[in-house]
């Protein structure tokens, strides 16, 4: 089945120590996470019974959790992971995303103070999914640069994975507008940054290049710069001036949610002679290939339940 057309109804939901069907999972609306997008997340992928990377993601994680000052989560990092073991183990899946929240939690009086607050975790396990659809994982994605610029990093961190995107929102109706269906923002300077949900790279003449600052360091984006090395490919953190981005020989897109996931079009003109380019395509093999080797892996413990 195209990996988009399945449902969320096999996953498994964790909020305030229970287990549940994933679409049982709700949030009460007086959660500062909610009401103020006070929250921080990761998500982490698990391909054919194997977590992808999953101490990078822990260690992404407690820098999150630390940064943004959750201290009374009340479990620790191997906790944490036998959380989201659990999660997979119920959901009997073997290719699926999994998150892990944290939630500011409800305040004790009505001046939300935030130290009144009991922090939440939250964690599910979903059927595998990528963030644009199988048509354009063929084809491509449509992409425009938007006159939105991205929340300034020091106002708030991208590198602490969050849930606060109004200006990806505002973005994506640009380009819903325009007849795309994403939207990659600017910094203050006016270089790229990334998009809802996923790191953008371009190559120029042989250099593969993803923005160095603004962004969150994605753990595909990551992923992928090890793999050029083991390509002879010539991959760099640089800023890319938004004015440069449509003379790139190949651009694509990287997220846990597909990977590595091919650009046909940036604000309407075409990239490259083909799509995926040459480049991409040998990259998203070897991303691919990676995934059984035990120094990116670990395998999900489907036999014992959490309290064993
Ligand atoms: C804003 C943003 N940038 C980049 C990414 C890609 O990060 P990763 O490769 O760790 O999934 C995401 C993933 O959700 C994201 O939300």
Known sequence: MPVNERTHGKGIGFIDGDYMPFDDLRLPVTDLGFQ???????????????????????DRWDRSI????????????????RVLNDCVRQSELQDAMVYLVATRGTPAGPFKDLRTCKNRLIAWAVPYYNVVTDQEMQDGCDVIISDIVRIPSDSVDPTVK?????????ALFEAYEKDARYAVLVDQNGNITEGRGWNIFALFGGRLL??????????????????????????????????????????FLTSTAGGLMPVRRIDGKAIGNSVPGPVTQRLTNLYWEIHDDPAYSTVVDYATPIDN
């Open 66 to 81: 630390s940064e943004r000052r959750f201290d009374t989560l009340g479990y620790d990092r191997e906790q944490t992971k």
């Open 36 to 58: 103020l997008s006070d929250m921080c997340y990761d998500a982490l992928h698990v391909r054919n019974g194997k977590f992808f990377r999953f101490d990078d993601h822990m």
């Open 162 to 170: 969050n849930f606060g995107r109004l200006d990806f929102c505002a």
């Open 210 to 251: 993803s923005p160095d600052s603004g962004v969150l360091e994605g753990i595909t984006r990551r992923t992928v710069l090890e793999l050029c090395d083991r390509l002879n490919i010539d991959g760099e953190l640089a800023p890319i001036p938004a004015d440069n981005l449509q003379d790139a020989d190949e651009v």
